[in-house]
């Protein structure tokens, strides 16, 4: 029966060749779009390793302060910001705040093993502000001021990257141009300060430094915070904030956001372009079904007097549709066959970047979509055929 | 005979309504899609407040100080002083402008903070770009330099500011806890003309600028209008002139510093693209740009091509009459080609309303702050050629197949 199929469809090749082109294209955008959402899905489900709810920041802007008095100025103001009511704990960072859109990154090695790695700087209450949780040693405190190497605290990524699972408290890695740091911490899971759609990469963290390099005066930062209020707290704590900063530095100003307000920027930036493309794709398969539907009633409707002869001879309603339906899915073989050979070479080319197990995960996904797909679409035209009256169709004849 | 071909082509579309539905549904939403997308183009780069002479306009926007023996680079906006220094005394621009990018600043009404993304601009800023006012003026030359504390708002921070749109001229407005006047009120502008976007500029001689300072990185950007459009490239070239002798930070690490001034599309796309390479990347970008319109229309052109081949085959008798009393191949596919221009043209209208409805709606979601997404010549232009191009795209397959139909065959009814 099956090679039956395969004949009448390979005897109608050049009538059938632009159903399978059809197919086929809409394989290989189900499949791309597919591998996209599946991988934006994996990372989105994949743990934060923080928390940004009532966690503020605040980027100040020095406002024409000398810089040989800024440092002092903002170890005073954090000290002071401390004792403000609603105020939990405050930690100083750099631009790469959780979902801002700067990052910054270093190569760091341990022994024969090298990693790229996303490099944040953190103040002694970071641990606290952002609730992270760490699995070996220790966060940073005071004590590292006088340590001999600069302390890190390293993500589970950065971790297997540099030592897979041999210890890792304790040890030391350098960067590229040989400068030491010893490890103090190891956190509980990853950290991804781009937001949930980064990928799981390494993330390292080293202890905040001054904001001006002392050897060299031209290389400064801005004084950035990041604070953990009390829930309670509300735009009046935001105001007080701003005024208080201002006495506090003489006239340093002061913008104020809250996490939760730039993950939704960031997820607005993430989501509108996968909302679009998802919308496009959904009206391209929505065409294709159309035509597909159109196409397949057309050529039943011409073959009205092959349908007559066979149930003249005994074949059943059902036997008619199932040949029908037979047809598409060997002519929705064809189109898959042939997208499965475009879809394979992606993980062979790399050409995504996206991990092996996604892209099985899409071929799946979009076969079994497609094939759903001209069921339905060839389902009514095959129950049209069934219902052919021999008499009827061979009188026309 | 093109109006009996139309008349035809109407009877046909009337004749089998599903099939109708299915090929204009196909069309109007593929131009759709293709035209929203242009429209976000165009709204990016087109000639639009308030860069209306956007052909005679350059940018300038990105610094880049390279190291030696390839050891990567420094990239960032540039600094005031850079630009006063290197671009101001620049001899064939009409004008220039500098200004810096607008940063958020926080101003209070009674409890409840306003946040106002503040930019500081010179006087040749409103020269150069061409702002709607809705009242008042903009701020001169001679107040940018005397350090006048003056204002010009866009209506949404007037709106929340002060409540009303209009008699707020000469009223003071306090943001950052710096008080200005406001001498004049603009419409707003859409948050994606990053170069000119702003809730409230002012004086650039107000803020804390140094003319002075030996950095080359800031926050700063350059506006700068030549006299005609032909004259651009002889302003880029003096411009690169120019930023050729500007001597490195350090001559031991450094090895050269670049500045490139380009048209709003070019600047625009180094900016996305963190690009400091002569090169601009527009023409890579508008390449891959058009392959994927086409892999993008090939879909639905594969799906209309297969609709037309089953709708010809029913016209076969048709077909076998006119072949029959001598009408040649190059006829047929004439009309035929003519009548399926004559579908796509007729979607394309549809999807210029379904566009046009889509632009609303994503103008008052307010998704994106401040854009006007609406349909303008230039878009309709664009719409009408589109559909002319799908339309022999979808429509030659069919008529080269129509036309080699043999004529008793085809009175016959017969497929081939």
């Not at chain 2, 005394?89 to 990018?101: D, G, Q, V």
């Not at chain 2, 006012?133 to 929340?160: D, I, K, M, W």
């Not at chain 2, 001559?251 to 996305?272: D, I, Q």
């Amino acid at each position: 029966m099956i090679r039956h199929l395969f004949t009448l469809i390979w005897n109608r090749k050049r009538a059938n060749f632009l159903l399978v082109a059809e197919i086929f294209f809409a394989f290989v955008v189900l499949f791309v779009l597919g591998s996209l959402l599946v991988d934006s899905y994996r990372k989105y489900t994949a743990p934060l390793g923080y928390s940004y709810e009532y966690v503020w920041q605040v980027d100040m802007d020095p406002n024409g302060q000398p810089i040989s008095r800024q440092d002092a100025t903002f170890e005073r103001l954090i000290q002071h910001l401390k004792s403000v009511p609603g105020v939990r704990s405050v930690a100083s960072t750099r631009s790469n705040t959780p979902f801002s859109f700067s990052d910054s990154s270093t190569e760091f090695k341990a022994g024969s093993k090298s990693t790229g790695s996303d490099i944040y700087s953190a103040g002694d209450d970071m641990q606290d502000v952002l609730s992270l949780e760490l699995a070996e040693g220790r966060w940073f405190n005071r004590h590292d001021e006088a340590a001999a190497r600069p302390p890190l605290v390293i993500s589970q990524e950065a971790r297997q990257a540099l030592f897979a699972d041999g210890p890792a408290v304790g040890k030391i890695v350098r960067t590229m141009d040989d400068k030491e740091f010893q490890i103090v911490g190891v956190l509980a899971s990853s950290y991804r300060g781009r937001g949930e759609f980064q990928e799981l990469e390494p993330a390292i963290f080293q202890r905040s430094e001054s904001l001006v390099d002392p050897k060299d005066s031209a290389n400064f930062d801005r004084p950035r915070l990041l604070i953990r209020v009390q829930p309670t707290a509300t735009a009046e704590l935001e105001q007080r904030m701003t005024k208080e900063i201002a006495a506090v530095t003489g006239g340093w100003k002061t913008t104020v956001t809250t996490l939760p307000e730039q993950r939704t920027t960031r997820m607005k930036f993430a989501l509108a372009p996968m909302g679009g493309m998802a919308l496009v794709c959904g009206f391209l398969i929505f065409n294709v079904a159309l035509g597909l539907f159109g196409v397949l009633w057309y050529n039943i409707s011409q073959r009205r007097a092959e349908i007559g002869l066979r149930r003249a001879i005994g074949a059943t309603g059902s036997r008619i549709s199932a040949q029908f339906l037979g047809e598409v899915m060997v002519v929705t073989t064809f189109g898959l066959a042939f997208g499965l050979l475009v879809a394979a070479q992606f993980p062979l080319l790399g050409v995504m970047g996206i991990r092996l197990p996604v892209y099985l995960a899409s071929m799946g996904l979009a076969t079994v979509l497609i094939y759903v797909l001209t069921a339905i679409c060839a389902l009514y035209p095959s129950q049209l055929a069934a219902s052919v009256r021999p008499a009827v169709a061979l009188r026309e004849e | 005979m093109l109006l009996s071909y139309l008349k035809i082509a109407w009877k046909v579309l009337l004749r089998r309504k599903f099939f109708t539905f299915i090929s204009l549904f196909g069309i109007s939403f593929t131009l759709m899609i293709l035209l929203v997308v242009y429209a976000f183009y165009d709204h990016t780069v087109g000639p639009h407040t308030p860069e209306k002479k956007v052909d005679r306009l350059l940018f300038v926007n990105r610094a880049t100080v390279s190291y030696k023996e390839g050891n990567g680079s420094n990239n960032g906006t540039i600094s005031y002083s850079f630009l006063e220094r290197y671009v101001r005394p620049l001899r064939t621009p009409e004008k220039i402008s500098i200004s810096t990018y607008f940063s958020s600043t926080a101003a209070y009404v009674g409890n409840q903070k306003l946040d106002v993304d503040l930019k500081y601009t010179d006087g040749q800023f409103w020269q150069v770009l061409d702002f709607d006012f809705v009242e008042g003026r903009p701020y001169t030359l001679s107040e940018v330099q005397s350090g006048a504390h003056v204002a010009v708002l866009n209506e949404r921070t007037c709106r929340a500011y002060f409540g009303a749109t209009s008699g707020v001229l000469g009223k003071t407005i306090e943001t950052d806890r710096v008080r200005y006047q406001v001498i004049g009120v603009v419409k707003d502008v859409p948050g994606m003309r990053f170069n000119s976007y702003a809730d409230m500029w002012v004086p650039i001689s107000t803020s804390t600028q140094d003319a002075k300072d030996p950095g080359y990185f800031g926050d700063c950007m350059a506006i700068i209008q030549a006299r005609t459009p032909a004259d651009l490239p002889a302003v880029q070239a003096e411009f690169s002139r120019v930023v050729d002798q500007v001597p490195v930070p350090d001559p031991k690490k450094h090895a050269k510093v670049h500045v490139y001034a380009g048209t709003l599309l070019s600047s625009t796309v180094r900016w996305f693209n963190n690009n400091s390479k002569p090169d601009d990347g527009v023409a890579a970008l508008m390449g891959k740009v058009a392959l994927v319109t086409l892999l993008f229309m090939l879909l639905p052109a594969l799906n209309l091509i297969n609709v037309n081949v089953s709708r010809i085959l029913e016209r076969s008798s048709e077909i076998g009459v006119r072949k029959a009393f001598g009408a040649t191949s190059g006829t047929l596919i004439r009309q035929f080609l003519v009548e399926n221009v004559f579908l796509t043209l007729l979607g394309g209208v549809l999807g210029l309303v379904l566009a046009s409805v889509v632009l609303h709606i994503i103008d008052s979601s307010g998704f994106i702050p401040y854009t006007t997404l609406t349909l303008n010549p230039r878009i309709f232009a664009g719409g009408l050629l589109l559909s002319l191009l799908f339309g022999v795209l979808s429509g030659v397959y069919p008529a080269y197949k129509m036309s080699k139909l043999q004529a008793v065959q085809a009175l016959k009814g017969g497929r081939n």
